[in-house]
């Protein structure tokens, strides 16, 4: 149940990022990435900026080690 419980609570969270993230305009700005194509914003909490962790392909990211898979 504990499992079941976090892995629910993990895909709403990834719901909301990619909801705040896909949507552009003002919802955008209040998300994680920003404006410049395949860049990440400096947002606490939000995935970190090191170089090479966002595909620049349209929905992907990276399975660089330490990057979001």
Same mark, same amino acid.
């Given at each position: ?6 892995? /629910? $609570?993990? &895909? ?7 909801? $705040? ?7 955008? &700005?209040?998300? *994680?990435? +920003?404006?410049?194509?395949?860049c990440?914003?400096? !947002? @606490?909490?939000c /995935?970190?900026?090191?170089a090479? *962790? /966002?595909? =620049? !392909? @349209?929905? *992907?990211?990276? =399975? !660089? $080690?330490? *990057? /979001? +898979?």
């Open positions: 149940m504990k499992q079941l419980i976090q892995q /629910i $609570a993990q &895909d709403h969270l990834w719901n909301q990022w990619v909801a $705040a993230n896909s949507a552009g305009g003002p919802t955008l &700005d209040a998300g *994680c990435i +920003s404006k410049k194509a395949g990440i914003s400096k !947002k @606490a909490g /995935i970190s900026k090191k090479g *962790c /966002i595909s =620049k !392909k @349209a929905g *992907c990211i990276s =399975k !660089k $080690a330490g *990057c /979001i +898979s």
